[in-house]
């Protein structure tokens, strides 16, 4: 890859920016690209991006940004988009600093910013090289997410049109779903978690396979799915369902005829229920009866110790002697039959008898 050191005024840069949802992010007189596919949408806080223009002011060195040099002689941000939407947002009259708006300053105090020297390299090579250097220099800054990563190996035509979905703020994703999910659309949280859910964790096999395709229509369609079968099926909201692996769920079970009210009534006295840890474990539970999904609180060691001195080391089932590191509790009447995680419903069982019980 060939790298050249250039240096660019801010007033070059923020000619002809435009920055919307049909005409992208552009600046340079319209010959920068400034957030491409492969980028992240602008998640710079508020303390973050007045640093960005404090440090212009006060004439302090920013750190290199690097563009890649295309064919026909156009650019496009490899790194510092976040920098260059902060420096353009400022000088378009976006935002304030400490109330004064660009328009607002001095002539002197505009030129002194438009006549800043950005450091820029300059890039050319493949689009490997290009996102390999990619993932090199963003090591540092604002880390990027697993997904922002696959994001730079499969860009294309179907990645534009699922970041449509699910990667704007407000997105359409985020407007039907934003209750049972958590995470951020513009950090890749949703895209990452449909993609997780339509292939069984397999994400970067389904955007290999669906790279080139025109839109992502079947990805999207497949997400309303699930959601809508959400709604369906567990009426009530509650924060505990944005920790749900709701695909897994939908794609287990959405062919099973299933009575919502009733499953609200197994949710809602699971929900009060002490011995339960795991509340956003009640969904699969409920579906399934799988007591793992709850984490059942453990009895305490007095608990143990109390129960095993009082069977004299014995176990309850096959009546052979043990310490008391070979026995494991159990509960008398079984935690599903109502039985509590208490000291009187605590038995000490081998470990053999406990496994075997639980296998029953």
């Known amino acids: 890859m060939k790298i050249d050191l250039h240096e660019i005024t801010v ?32 998640v710079y806080k508020d303390k973050q991006r007045d640093e960005v223009i404090n440090t212009v002011r006060k004439n302090f060195p920013l ?16 790194d ?6 902060s420096l353009c947002d400022y000088v ?31 890039c050319e090579g493949t689009d490997r090289e290009k996102l390999d250097w990619f993932k090199i220099i963003n090591i540092a800054g604002e880390k990027l997410t697993d997904q922002e990563l696959r994001n730079a190996v499969y860009t294309g035509p ?25 995470g951020t659309p513009i950090r890749q949280d949703y895209l990452q978690t449909a993609l997780s859910w339509v292939n069984d964790g397999k994400i970067e096999e389904y955007m290999s396979i669906h790279q080139h395709d025109q839109n992502a229509n079947e990805l999207w369609l497949y997400f309303k799915s699930v959601i809508d079968w959400v709604k369906i099926i567990f009426s009530k909201t509650r ?33 009060a229920d002490d011995d339960v840890s795991k509340k956003s474990g009640i969904y699969a539970y409920v579906l399934d009866g799988d007591e793992k999904h ?36 159990d509960h008398i009447t079984p935690w599903h039959e109502g039985g509590a995680t208490t000291k009187e419903n605590c038995q000490m069982l081998c470990k053999e008898c406990n496994r075997r019980k639980g296998g029953i």
């Open 158 to 182: 179907w990645l534009s049109d699922a970041k449509r979905y699910f990667s704007k703020s407000g997105c359409p994703a985020y407007q039907i779903a934003s209750d049972y999910m958590s």
């Open 239 to 271: 924060n505990e369902m944005k920790s749900v692996n709701w695909g897994e769920l939908y794609n287990k079970h959405k062919e099973k005829q299933l009575d919502a009210k009733e499953l609200e009534k197994q949710i809602a006295t699971l929900m």
């Open 11 to 42: 007033r070059e840069v923020c000619n002809g920016y435009i920055n919307n949802d049909e005409e992208g992010v552009v600046g340079f007189g319209g010959k920068l690209n400034i957030r491409p596919k492969y980028q992240r949408e602008f």
């Open 294 to 329: 709850l984490h059942i609180r453990a009895f305490t060691p007095s608990m143990k110790r109390s129960a095993y001195e009082k069977q004299k080391g014995i176990c309850a089932y096959c009546k052979d002697f043990f310490e008391f590191s070979q026995m494991e509790g």
């Open 80 to 85: 510092g988009q976040q920098r260059t939407i």
């Open 92 to 122: 378009a009259g976006v935002f304030s600093i400490n109330d004064m708006y660009f328009h607002n300053l001095q002539q002197s105090e505009k030129d002194q910013i438009l006549d800043y020297k950005l450091m820029i390299y300059f």
């Open 63 to 78: 750190n290199v940004m690097y563009w890649i040099k295309n064919e026909d002689g156009t650019f496009e941000v490899l």
